[in-house]
């Protein structure tokens, strides 16, 4: 089983940014895939992005070129860097991990952007 911590979350401005970063209990090397999806009240929840043990990146079309989805290997880490923040972002993030076929969510945090 794995376990999946986020931070990172808070309340900011337009056109701030803010980084989530999800711990993993085990090695990111045995997850097939990573990735990050938010839920906005009223909505399905979406993916915002998504990288590969192979490190093959996706992201949604609203967030392409302001959000970075990145790894640290050593540290079981995958990070969300949100930059240019819009008042539409605002969401509960979560994080998501794919191993031996079954998925695992983190708690989810709270990102919201004032205008």
């Known amino acids: 089983q794995v376990q999946l911590v986020e931070s990172g979350g808070g309340l900011v401005q337009a056109g701030e940014s803010l980084r989530l970063s999800c711990a993993a209990s085990k090695s990111i090397f045995s997850i097939n895939a990573m990735g990050w999806y938010r839920q906005a009240p009223g909505k399905q929840r979406e993916l915002v992005a998504r990288i590969t043990r192979g490190g093959s990146t996706n992201y949604a079309d609203s967030v392409k070129g302001r959000f970075t989805i990145s790894r640290d290997n050593a540290k079981n880490t995958v990070y969300l860097q949100m930059n240019s923040l819009k008042p539409e972002d605002t969401a509960v993030y979560y994080c998501?991990?794919?191993?031996?076929?079954?998925?695992?969510w983190g708690q989810g945090t709270q990102v919201t952007v004032s205008s």
């Open positions: 998501n991990a794919d191993r031996d076929s079954t998925n695992y």
